[in-house]
């Protein structure tokens, strides 16, 4: 049974940072693209960043200087750290993990408040 379990978010001050991380299992990870998106009441899920299994990134434009994206493949995660993050980015936050040909999964995302 595949699982992805985010966790990290919460209610955080402008310009404050939170670290998102997403947890999988029954899955061969390593395998695996991960992204991070993101949903906004009202609004269409979002990407937000990447990392393919070989290692590379990419950024939204409207978080790019602000986020980064790693993974740690002995750990099975995937994390997201934010910072200066503004009003604009709260959302639920969902991990996604993708692969070629092969069937691709959500976790359930966590929120992210931003607000003072």
């Known amino acids: 049974q595949v699982q992805l379990v985010e966790s990290g978010g919460g209610l955080v001050q402008p310009g404050g940072s939170l670290r998102l991380s997403c947890a999988s299992s029954?899955?061969?990870?390593?395998?695996?693209?991960m992204e991070w998106y993101r949903q906004a009441p009202g609004e269409q899920r979002e990407l937000v960043a990447a990392?393919?299994?070989?290692?590379?990134?990419n950024y939204s434009d409207s978080v790019k200087g602000r986020v980064t994206i790693s993974r740690d493949n002995a750990k099975n995660t995937v994390y997201l750290q934010m910072n200066d993050l503004k009003p604009e980015d709260t959302a639920v936050y969902y991990c996604?993990?993708?692969?070629?040909?092969?069937?691709?999964?959500w976790g359930h995302g966590t929120q992210v408040t931003v607000s003072s």
């Open positions: 029954g899955i061969t990870f390593s395998y695996f693209d």
């Open positions: 990392v393919t299994s070989g290692g590379d990134t």
């Open positions: 996604h993990a993708r692969r070629v040909h092969r069937a691709d999964y």
